[in-house]
């Protein structure tokens, strides 16, 4: 069975700019967070969603948003970029909200 | 507030030697324990998660961990450790709802340990 996939895998915005990362889960999982990497946060939890509704969300500011489809995708959003979104961002898919979850590669985000 | 604590950051271990990283958790209710590894570049893998039940809880590549609730601790541990462990590894606690049942998707992780193996 095939991983969780993200994509891009490597970005570069300059401030300001919006960006959109997309992750597509294992296949018959149901539920998608997203978590933001950086060497001096670490790892921070950004959102969970379950059938296309958010059922938590993180500490971070409106500017970052995400949805999830109805086959289970996902898309987060960064609007206005500041040089701090620069990050690793995670997703994870598990089967439902109570399960384990299974984290993608990761999307490399440098804001320049 | 739930919160995590990896007190070391960087740990060095020569190969065959035994390995044990420390996590402190604080947490109301019964907690999901989980260890994380990461290697450069790479995304988390799971090792292994605790829920309830048998406290020794044993995981891939050879862990395990022990979750002891009097000490809020969840250490990792690895009787030999080879090249390949080397990695960044990561305590997290499931904080959603709370309690059995509750949700995995919310986890709060520690700022990690980074392990190096010695030849």
């Known amino acids: 069975k095939a991983g969780v996939t993200q994509t891009p895998r490597y970005l570069i915005k300059t401030r300001g700019q919006q960006v959109t990362l997309s992750c597509s889960p294992i296949s018959g999982h149901r539920s998608v967070s997203w978590y933001q990497q950086t060497p001096g946060q670490g790892l921070q939890f950004l959102f969970e969603?379950?059938?296309?509704?958010?059922?938590n969300k993180g500490n971070f500011p409106g500017r970052f948003s995400g949805r999830q489809f109805s086959n289970s995708r996902s898309e987060m959003n960064v609007s206005t970029l500041e040089l701090g979104d620069s990050a690793l961002y995670l997703c994870a898919s598990s089967l439902s909200i109570q399960e384990t979850q299974y984290f993608g590669p990761g999307t490399r985000l440098l804001v320049l | 507030a739930q919160s995590v604590t990896q007190p070391d950051i960087h740990i060095t271990v020569s190969e065959g030697a035994s390995l044990e990283l420390r996590c402190n958790y604080s947490?109301?209710?019964?907690?999901?324990l989980f260890w994380y590894v990461q290697s450069p570049g790479q995304g988390l893998q799971l090792l292994l998660k605790?829920?309830?039940?048998?406290?020794l809880v044993q995981g891939i590549k050879g862990f395990e961990a022990e979750f002891k609730r009097s000490q809020s601790s969840f250490n990792l541990r690895k009787p030999s450790v080879h090249w390949s462990d080397a990695a960044e590894y990561f305590c997290a606690v499931g904080a959603g709802i709370g309690g059995y049942g509750g949700s995995q998707g919310n986890l709060i992780f520690g700022k990690g340990t980074k392990l190096s193996v010695k030849p």
């Open positions: 969603y379950f059938s296309e509704t958010q059922r």
């Open positions: 605790y829920f309830s039940g048998d406290t």
């Open positions: 947490y109301g209710a019964t907690p999901y």
